[in-house]
């Protein structure tokens, strides 16, 4: 089992910048990827960011540029920086742990980001 603990959540106006983080916890495999998701109003689960335990990244072709993922030292926490921040990206996003040794994948319980005026 992997836990997920999510936290920066919350309200920012257009134009702003919030930073998510994402802790994991657990029996963490040697090689897994590590990021987000999101879920908007009347949306599908859709792809931010993802990085691998081995550094790779993955983002979001109309999110880049403005978002940015990174990761602590130990590899168990992950950071999404969100800058320019647009009422469409108000959703909640939702820690991703997915093993890439036995196919698992392990779900934080959602932030809340609004963006709006």
């Known amino acids: 089992q992997v836990q997920l603990v999510e936290s920066g959540g919350g309200l920012v106006q257009p134009g702003g910048s919030l930073r998510l983080s994402c802790t994991a916890s657990?029996?963490?495999?040697?090689?897994?990827?590590l990021g987000w998701y999101r879920q908007g109003p009347g949306k599908q689960r859709e792809l931010v960011a993802t990085?691998?335990?081995?550094?790779?990244?993955n983002y979001a072709d109309s999110l880049k540029g403005r978002f940015t993922i990174s990761r602590d030292n130990a590899k168990t926490t992950v950071y999404l920086q969100m800058n320019s921040l647009k009422p469409d990206d108000t959703a909640v996003y939702y820690c991703?742990?997915?093993?890439?040794?036995?196919?698992?994948?392990?779900w934080g319980q959602g932030t809340q980001v609004i963006v709006s005026s």
């Open positions: 657990g029996s963490i495999f040697s090689i897994y990827s």
């Open positions: 991703n742990f997915h093993s890439y040794e036995n196919g698992n994948d392990y």
């Open positions: 990085i691998t335990s081995g550094g790779y990244r």
